[in-house]
């Protein structure tokens, strides 16, 4: 691996992504590699200020998916970018494709409006587009991440909405995914923790080589 790279973590709320992200940061760096671990919406303080807003308080889905591409427009200048022009491993705990599947799928929110908004947010001066080298999809059931939530923290704003929502969310994972197949790695996170480990390991050394 000689450059820098951008991989981004995405599935449903109670799909247990977050343990894996660390444990890559931790296998990256053992193997001298710099790493910028962050997460959207946030990464930044202003867009942690745009997602405190988003979490909790209710909003149109329009202003919510402004307020999404809003905090990611501030966080892919100050954050992802110089940290992809330093040669480090970015490693963000959702970045685009979440828009698409919770404002999109989710909400119902206009698909074409979400593209528009990508191509806009995502122009940077490196690229036409930004967008992960790989996107790990750490895919679960809602049956079953609803159980797993049952007994977790107190839900947000998101977490809060029925299995319906989030099977609407899932499709808009596999939607995205479609229309991106090399770039998406699709994960079961219905398996021990060991099991979804080997295969985050697996989806990124075959991205490596590929
Ligand atoms: P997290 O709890 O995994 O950090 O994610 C924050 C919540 O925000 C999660 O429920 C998904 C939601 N979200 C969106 O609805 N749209 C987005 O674009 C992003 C990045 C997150």
Not at 6 to 22: L, M, Q
Not at 108 to 124: A, I, R, T, Y
Not at 136 to 154: K, N, Y
Request: hydrophobic content about 40%.
């Amino acid at each position: 691996m000689s450059r820098a790279w951008f991989i981004s973590f995405e599935g449903i709320d109670g799909a247990g992504k977050s343990t894996h992200i660390e444990g890559l940061s931790t296998w990256f760096q053992n193997r001298g590699y710099r790493v910028t671990l962050t997460r959207e919406p946030g990464g930044t303080p202003l867009a942690e200020k745009f997602r405190e807003l988003a979490l909790h308080e209710s909003m149109d889905p329009l202003t919510e998916a402004l307020l999404m591409f809003a905090a990611r427009r501030e966080h892919l200048l100050n954050v992802i970018e110089p940290a992809l022009a330093r040669g480090d491993v970015v490693l963000c705990d959702r970045f685009t494709d979440a828009t698409f599947a919770y404002q999109g799928g989710g909400r119902g929110f206009d698909w074409s409006v979400l593209q528009s908004l990508e191509k806009m947010v995502q122009k940077v001066p490196a690229t036409e587009l930004r967008q992960p080298d790989l996107t790990i999809w750490f895919d679960l059931p809602p049956e079953v991440a609803a159980q797993r939530l049952s007994t977790a923290r107190v839900p947000d704003k998101f977490e809060s909405q029925p299995l319906s929502f989030f099977q609407n969310v899932r499709e808009g994972y596999a939607k995205r995914m479609q229309a991106s197949p090399k770039r998406f790695a699709q994960i079961s996170a219905d398996q021990t923790r060991e099991g979804v480990w080997t295969d985050v390991l697996h989806a990124i050394e075959k991205a490596y080589t590929a």
